[in-house]
Structures are given as structure tokens and as C-alpha cells.
């Protein structure tokens, strides 16, 4: 089968490697389409890989007999799996298994997953849509569920890349106000379209001031950071109202100062780290994706995985929301 792979810094192409064999309770799913996400650090980093790629929606090849998928059955492939068994993966947060290990390779031409990683998705959804259940909408859709976002809530949302304009998908679909920082001119407009009430640049000295004066000065009631930059946590803390809520679903490996009888305490506000839904929820999120006008807005770019240089440069570029590839072509 093909793949996608990093053969070089910034240089990507396709190599040949064997179908994968499933076994015990494992699916092979013919991958329709693959989504990018963040392969594009992989990209730039150079290192060879060829086991890219978290995010999959697919056709059953081969499964099981005593399993519940049969062969041609359309599926979505979460990211990551779990052992299946824990309390974790039963309740439907598996994503915080302890047995997790990053091995998907779902930007090739077959992927195997164990059955209790995969979804079926509505026979009317198309592909493309349903990619949109994984990191495109995931994320953002299991903190607002978390949070509690609804028609009287004002969220303010750092970071609009491809999460970010997600949760601007979502958040409008609770019928929530926006307030959106960004510097990128091309995402802060896709957001406009979108329809959020404020695009705030972060270089901007009075960002802040500008949140709250957006607020009538008490801050929003909910802040959610898709940027995982310690700048932009610090500024959804001191943005937020009092007993406010703040989620972070950007990944971020460095440290963000709080203070916490200033920030915590006495500001009572909650703090909740967030990296994808409950599955239990996946038919609600289908809902967005079935119901929503803006949806079609976040998928910005479809490639044929033949051409994976110019994905990855797209990606690069930040010229874009949402990628799709298509193994096939």
C-alpha cells in the first residue's frame, strides 16, 4: 500500500509498505479520507517517518466474525485507541487510557484499528464531513461540553487554526457570542465569515482591554485556548469573568505562570484541560456536522495523498483551515 512520509526536512513523498494485518479484534479500514493535523512539525522537523497521521474515515475490509463491524461498513477511526477494558474506555474516555500508544499511520491507503476505536458514521454523511468528528470538531466540541457553553454565553477563543475555527463551528452552533484572537489575516477572515462578533489581534497592547470592553468590562464567561501559547493562557485567565471558566485544548510543552490565590482563589474561576469527547457524545456531534451552515467553511483544502508535498506546504503556510487527503488518488 502507499503512504504518506517525511523523507526529508520539509521534503514528503509517498513510499510502499505492507497492507497491515489485523488480529484478535482488529479492523483493516480502507482509508477514504485522512485529515491533517499537526504532521506538519514532522514536516519541518525532517526526521523520516512513515507512520503519520491520527485521523481516518474509511470503508471496512476486514474484521472479526464475532466483532460488530462487517466488511463495507463506513467508519470514522478515532485517534489513538485504549486497551478497551479500563473504566476509561468504557465510560467513553478512553483518549485518557493509560494503554495509548501513537501508532495509527492513518495517512495511507489501509489502517488497522481495534473495534472499539471505530464509528460508524450516518449513510448519508460524506466522507469529508465525517473526518470532521475527529481533531476538526473533536476537540473543541468535548470542552464545550465541559464547560457547559450555551445560547446566553459569551466564549472567547485563542488561536484559529484549524481547532480553533472548529470551535467557532461549534460555539455557533450553541448559539454562543465569539470574541476570536488571531494574527493570521486568511484564518481571522475565514472566522468573519463565520460570523464571530470580534477578530482581536494578540500583538495588539490593548487586547485585553478590548475583550472586556466587548464585554461591557466583566470578561467572557468562557475562555477556550487552541494555541498552546503560554501568552494566550495567561490572556484567557485574566480575560475571563469572575467565576468564569477557562479550557485549554492546545497542546503546549512549556509553562504557563499562575498564581493561584490571584487567579484561583479569588478570582474563583475554573480551570480544565480538554483533548477530545466522550464517545458517548458522537451523535450529537454529528448533529453539528449534518446541521451546520458553517461546516463547509472549515474544510478549506482536499488533496489526492499523491500529492503530499503540496499538503504539507499548505499546511506550512497556515494559508488554510482544515486539509483533507484523499489516500486513493
Not at 485507541?81 to 495509548?100: E, M, P, Q, R, T
Not at 458517548?280 to 448533529?287: E, K, R, T, W
Request: with cysteine.
Amino acid at each position: 500500500m502507499k503512504s504518506a512520509a517525511i523523507l526529508a526536512e520539509r521534503k514528503a513523498g509517498l513510499v510502499e509498505l505492507p497492507i497491515p494485518k489485523p488480529s484478535g479484534d482488529e479492523v483493516l479500514v480502507k482509508v477514504m479520507v485522512a485529515p491533517m493535523c499537526t504532521e506538519y512539525k514532522a514536516f519541518l522537523d525532517g526526521a523520516p517517518n512513515s507512520c503519520l497521521g491520527h485521523e481516518a474515515v474509511g470503508e471496512v475490509v476486514e474484521a472479526a466474525a464475532s466483532g460488530p463491524f462487517r466488511s463495507g461498513d463506513r467508519v470514522i477511526s478515532m485517534p489513538l485507541s485504549g486497551c478497551g477494558v479500563c473504566d476509561l474506555c468504557l465510560s467513553g474516555d478512553y483518549i485518557h487510557c493509560l494503554s495509548n500508544p501513537m501508532r495509527d499511520a492513518a495517512m495511507a491507503q489501509y489502517v488497522v484499528k481495534p473495534a472499539h476505536a471505530l464509528r460508524r458514521i450516518p449513510d448519508e454523511m460524506s466522507y469529508e464531513r465525517a473526518g470532521l468528528a475527529c481533531c476538526g470538531l473533536g476537540a473543541s466540541f468535548g470542552a464545550m461540553q465541559k464547560l457547559g457553553v450555551g445560547a446566553f454565553d459569551t466564549l472567547l477563543i485563542t488561536g484559529l487554526g484549524p481547532v480553533g475555527l472548529g470551535a467557532v463551528v461549534n460555539a455557533a452552533f450553541r448559539g454562543a457570542r465569539v470574541i476570536a484572537v488571531e494574527s493570521n489575516p486568511y484564518r481571522a477572515d475565514v472566522a468573519r465569515r463565520m460570523g464571530v462578533d470580534a477578530v482581536i489581534d494578540p500583538r495588539d497592547p490593548e487586547a485585553l482591554q478590548r475583550i472586556r470592553e466587548a464585554t461591557a468590562g466583566a470578561g467572557p464567561d468562557f475562555a477556550l485556548d487552541c494555541s498552546g501559547v503560554p501568552a494566550a493562557h495567561r490572556l484567557c485567565i485574566d480575560a475571563v469573568r469572575r467565576k468564569g471558566k477557562v479550557a485549554f485544548i492546545g497542546e503546549c510543552h512549556t509553562d504557563t505562570p499562575i498564581v493561584v490565590s490571584r487567579d484561583l482563589i479569588r478570582k474563583g474561576i475554573s480551570l480544565v484541560g480538554s483533548w477530545h469527547y466522550n464517545l458517548n457524545d458522537l451523535p450529537l456531534l454529528f448533529q453539528v456536522i449534518e446541521r451546520s451552515p458553517l461546516v463547509d467553511l472549515l474544510v478549506t483544502h482536499v488533496f489526492p495523498m499523491s500529492d503530499i508535498q503540496r499538503a504539507f506546504e499548505t499546511s506550512v503556510s497556515q494559508q488554510s483551515a482544515k486539509i483533507m487527503l484523499k489516500p486513493w488518488e
